[in-house]
């Protein structure tokens, strides 16, 4: 954390277990539940109101480290130690992929024996999008079931292969995924 303006001052903290930093004299503050932007922005708002005349730039040096579960039909499942801020298209990528056998469609994220979301990897791979992708948590498990429905797509298509469906999804479906 750097001040500049009025006063000039860095330091390097640490945010303890209880979601507290100490801050140059404003003492404690609370970051609890945060992400980087909102803690950003509150520091930067608790500065200029506290310190007038003087700003601030946060930066992050270090992050903790995470451990994954990937299960199923993971292309190498297993336990995988990852920063902080990753999410389960990081995951998949660490662990290779999914395995000929798994659905792309239907990934489960559980958290404490709980299915919390499902992750359709079709949106990123064919559209570019990350509207369903995750921040993963330490002890997060990303299982892989088997593709349940496939339908073959050949002939004259820009990607003709196998393409999983799911339910709702007709033929139309996946000649627009061909």
């Known amino acids: ?103 792309l469609r239907n990934i489960e994220i559980k958290r404490g024996n709980k299915t919390i979301a499902t992750y359709d990897f079709y949106e990123f791979l064919l559209n570019g999008f990350l509207n369903s992708d995750l921040r993963l948590q330490d002890g997060d498990v990303i299982f892989i079931p088997f593709i349940k429905d496939k339908v073959r797509i050949g002939g004259s298509f820009r990607r003709p292969h196998n393409y999983e469906i799911i339910p709702g999804e007709n033929i139309q479906d996946a000649i627009e995924l061909a």
């Open 1 to 103: 954390i750097s001040l500049y303006g009025n006063q000039s001052e860095k330091s390097e903290s640490f945010i303890s277990r209880s979601g507290e930093i100490i801050l140059f004299e404003l003492g404690p503050v609370s970051l609890l539940g945060m992400t980087f932007d909102e803690a950003t922005n509150y520091i930067k708002n608790k500065v200029s109101e506290e310190l007038i005349g003087t700003q601030v730039s946060v930066n992050l040096i270090e992050l903790r480290s995470i451990s994954v579960y990937l299960l199923g039909e993971a292309y190498k499942p297993g336990q995988y130690t990852m920063s902080g801020l990753s999410t389960v298209t990081n995951a998949l990528f660490v662990a290779g992929g999914v395995s000929k056998n798994g659905s």
